[in-house]
């Protein structure tokens, strides 16, 4: 039986888009709802990094593109592409919220959000072992995105990928609009497992 789901699809596709309808849609049938989002950072257009974002809105930098060579102070850099990730940032806000997920009050139906695990996220210790204790809990289902496979394979994306437990829906420009209802579904009857 499925606890968990999954999206995943290229970069841009309306993943993020989705997990937050999804969350919304959740609420207002009275499911509890925690964890993360990541939401792209412009400047002009531009795309200058990314944000890890609380459903309850609080929000810090994950990464941002480097000012320039040699800016990192002597510290060690945490890079994927042209964006220095702040791991301190990252996880100061998001694995406080692992900690809580299990607390949940009198069996009380949580969804937890995690999008996404990918690079960055992963450049965090921390933040596997948290991922892996919370897909392993019985206290909530987990509503989170992975890369598509591209490249070396990460470790932890090809865990969840693989495991038993975990519906994954690939998510396309063509059906993303007519996922929302299947994930809704899917998340439905991950609750009641873990009810």
Do not use: W
Request: proline share 4%; glycine share 12%.
């Amino acid at each position: 039986m499925f606890k968990h789901v999954f999206l995943t699809g290229p970069p841009g596709v309306g993943k993020t888009t989705l997990i937050q309808k999804a969350c919304e849609a959740l609420v207002s049938s009275g499911v509890g709802v925690e964890g993360f989002y990541t939401e792209e950072v412009r400047d002009g257009g531009r795309r200058v990094g990314f944000d890890v974002v609380t459903v309850t809105g609080e929000r810090a930098h994950l990464s941002r593109i480097r000012d320039g060579p040699g800016s990192s102070h002597g510290r060690r850099e945490y890079t994927v592409g042209q964006y220095v990730v702040d791991l301190p940032s990252f996880e100061n806000l998001a694995l406080p919220l692992f900690r809580n997920v299990g607390s949940a009050e009198g069996g009380s139906r949580k969804v937890f959000v995690i999008d996404e695990i990918g690079k960055m996220e992963l450049y965090s210790q921390s933040f596997i072992r948290s991922v892996r204790q919370t897909l392993d809990s019985s206290s909530c289902s987990i509503l989170g995105t992975i890369p598509i496979p591209k490249g070396r394979p990460l470790g932890l994306v090809e865990e969840v990928r693989g495991r038993r437990d975990v519906r994954v829906f690939t998510v396309s420009k063509e059906n993303r609009n007519a996922l929302l209802q299947d994930i809704l579904a899917a998340l439905q009857n991950c609750l009641k497992q873990t009810a």
